[in-house]
């Protein structure tokens, strides 16, 4: 088979995570499979990168120094745990890229500046990072690998911060770059997260990018397979540091993956199904940890589970809209102009609903954001708020969307009833309702302070502590 590889922050953060990618990549190497292997940064580094870089932007020259500094030093103890010779080929290269940082962050602090490119280039370098590292730690046990950065294959626009790949043009150069090297044996080893313009600008694919990365090489090479591994055994009933007892689902169709990963399940960056719908290829969720677990099969048409609701997901830092009034249902377009006033200040809405009387408008956005949508509104509505016909513009900070997701749930009668049931039973109060048009999708928004009682609430509700969990080991 042809797989794309993609392992995580925790997957490669630390020596002992980056002996087991490499004890993974082997075996599946000498089981004949062709593999090309995608890498995050080590688990904090990315973050650590871009809080140097904004540091730097307010004047203060301390914060990249310690940073550069730390990054040395976790890099340099990695790299000298696992290698016989850690300078040869790693350790200089970073150190070439840690002095690039280093002017880089010294003129963003001369400038009081950081533009979104300049931001894409310094966040790009922990999965250089890494990738460095582990091409030499799989050549160091008599593999043929070589590090790639993903400038030199992932084409993409100009959109810094979350750049959108040019398909036709990666597949060339994916395929260019990496087939002759997956048929002479060789693993290459391919930073995650990081493209480029076609004038070799560095950009990113946005925060947990990495697994955009694998699903967009997949698509590229016509992979049998995608496999994202990570610290979990595969995509579960529900965040399991919010809910202990969540267990692995077995298999999902890529719309559970799509809404479960937009709705806040981080295990998969929301844009990585797409590529791999396109092409109908399979990706699986697995966990570096515990190699032989059969995580989870993400595939279009899933065998069924039992459970009409899969999983309970989960977005925070938000805020409720509400526009209010019962002269609105006279007043033609009011939705047109709100969602346009929202629109023009560049801000996405997460979720809408509305009230089959017209007497009000809700909609959810980033709690960052939300204090200057409401003023744009007014600005906006200042006159349906002087003669009445909108009664007032209101907005509940600190809210949460949750979302129950399942394909089943369409045609099962009864589901409303217990998730709202189990929500009354405990007395949370839902603020607003919306279902989804695929109608694999509830989503409800209530306060922050009974987000986690409510999915809590709604997994006991649904058995899903009850989902088959199966042990069986990987097909070979
Ligand atoms: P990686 O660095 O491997 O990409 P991430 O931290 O991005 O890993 O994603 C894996 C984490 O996602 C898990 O450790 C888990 O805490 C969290 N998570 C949230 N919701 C879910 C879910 N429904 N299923 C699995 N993991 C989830
Ligand atoms: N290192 C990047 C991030 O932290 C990309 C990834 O890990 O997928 O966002
Ligand atoms: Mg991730």
């Known amino acids: 088979m042809r797989l794309v590889m993609k392992f995580g922050g925790t997957s490669v953060g630390n020596a002992d995570a980056v002996r087991q990618v490499a004890a993974i990549l082997k075996k599946s190497h000498d089981q004949g499979h062709q593999v090309v292997t995608v890498v995050s940064a080590m688990r904090g580094v990315t973050d650590q990168l871009i809080d140097a870089a904004r540091a730097a932007a307010t004047g203060e020259t301390e914060p990249p120094r310690a940073a550069r500094q730390a990054l040395w030093e976790r890099h340099h103890a990695v790299a000298a745990e696992l290698l016989q010779n850690p300078y040869q080929f790693v350790l200089g290269d970073i150190d070439a890229h840690l002095a690039n940082f280093s002017n880089l962050t010294s003129a963003i602090a001369v400038l009081g500046e950081l533009t979104p490119r300049a931001l894409d280039f310094i966040s790009s370098l922990g999965e250089r990072f890494s990738a460095l590292i582990l091409a030499a730690l799989l050549r160091e046990i008599g593999l043929s690998s070589v590090a790639v950065m993903a400038d030199r294959l992932i084409v993409t626009d100009r959109h810094f911060g979350s750049a959108n790949p040019l398909l036709d043009l990666t597949a060339e150069r994916a395929q260019a770059g990496l087939l002759p090297m997956l048929e002479a044996g060789a693993l290459p ?220 749930m369409r045609g099962t009668p009864g589901i409303s009833a217990r998730l709202f049931g189990a929500l009354g039973e405990r007395s949370i109060n839902v603020l607003s309702i919306a279902q989804g048009s695929s109608e694999a999708n509830i989503s409800l928004v209530v306060d922050h302070a009974d987000a986690h009682e409510a999915i809590q609430a709604i997994h006991a509700a649904f058995e899903l502590d009850r989902v088959a969990n199966s042990r069986e080991q990987i097909a070979d």
Not at 216 to 239: P, Y
Not at 367 to 376: R, W
């Open 189 to 408: 080893v391919v930073t995650g997260f990081l493209g480029a313009t076609l004038d070799g600008i560095v950009t990113t694919l946005g925060r947990g990018g990495s697994d955009y990365t694998g699903a967009i090489l997949g698509a590229a090479l016509n992979a049998d397979e995608v496999w994202i591994w990570t610290d979990v055994d595969g995509v579960l009933t529900a965040d399991p540091r919010i809910v202990p007892e969540a267990c692995s689902l077995r298999q999902i169709s890529y719309l559970e993956a799509a809404e479960l990963s937009y709705f806040g399940a981080r295990v998969l960056h929301p844009k990585t199904v797409r590529p791999a719908v396109d092409r109908g290829i399979p990706i699986r969720i697995l966990n570096t940890f515990n190699p032989d677990h059969a995580g989870t099969l993400i595939v279009k048409e899933p065998q069924a589970n039992g459970h009409a609701v899969k999983a309970v997901t989960a977005i925070r830092g938000l805020a409720l809209i509400a526009v209010e009034g019962r002269g609105m249902m006279g007043v033609p377009g009011v939705a047109a102009r709100v969602f346009e006033t929202v629109a023009s200040l560049g801000v996405s809405v997460l979720m809408i609903s509305q009230g089959s009387s017209e007497q009000s408008i809700c909609f959810v956005v980033e709690e960052e954001a939300s204090q200057a949508v409401v003023e744009a509104l007014e600005g906006g509505f200042r006159h349906e708020l002087t003669i009445g016909a909108i009664d007032r513009i209101d907005r509940h900070a600190q809210v949460v969307i949750i979302a129950v997701v399942g394909w089943g």
